[in-house]
C-alpha cells in the first residue's frame, strides 16, 4: 500500500514539475515581442545590435542636429556623452520635444542609424528616464538638479 501511495505521489510532482516547464515557455514565448532592452548610444556603437533587433536607445538629444523634414520625418542625433547615433523618426513627435533634453526611442538600428517606431519625452523639467540617467552617470555627463 505505501509503495502505491508513493507512487502516486512522485507521479503528481512531475506533472506539476511538467505543468510548470510549460507555462514558464508559453509566458517566455507570449512576452518575445513585448521585450525591449535598454541600450545607451556608447553600448550600441560599441556593439552594434543586428538590424531585426527591436530596443530603446536613451540619452539626451544632440544640440545644432535636429532637423525636421519636409514630412513627418525628423533627424536627430542622440548622445550619452561618450558617443553619438543618429536618428531617425516619421510621425508627430511629443509636444515637448527639443535639444538638450532627455529622451528615449524604440526602434532598430540599420546601416549605422536607429530607426525609431516611437520617441518619449520628458513631462517635466525634472523628469528624465531612469535609465537615461544611469547611462549618463556612467559616462560621467550627468549632473543631479538642486531642489
Excluded: C, W
Amino acid at each position: 500500500m505505501k509503495s502505491l501511495k508513493k507512487q502516486r505521489r512522485i507521479q503528481v510532482i512531475a506533472v506539476a514539475v511538467v505543468a510548470l516547464i510549460a507555462s514558464t515557455a508559453l509566458i517566455g514565448y507570449a512576452m518575445r515581442d513585448g521585450i525591449n532592452f535598454f541600450r545607451a548610444p556608447s553600448q550600441v556603437i560599441a556593439s552594434p545590435p543586428p538590424a531585426t533587433e527591436v530596443f530603446r536607445i536613451g540619452g539626451l538629444v544632440e544640440v545644432g542636429t535636429l532637423v525636421r523634414g519636409e514630412s513627418e520625418t525628423v533627424s536627430f542625433s542622440v548622445t550619452d556623452g561618450g558617443a553619438s547615433v543618429p536618428v531617425t523618426f516619421r510621425g508627430v513627435l511629443p509636444d515637448l520635444f527639443e535639444e538638450d533634453q532627455g529622451m528615449v526611442g524604440t526602434g532598430s538600428y540599420v546601416n549605422g542609424v536607429f530607426q525609431a517606431t516611437e520617441i518619449l519625452a520628458k513631462h517635466d523639467e525634472t523628469y528624465m528616464p531612469s535609465e537615461v540617467i544611469d547611462a549618463l552617470k556612467a559616462q560621467g555627463v550627468y549632473v543631479e538638479p538642486e531642489s
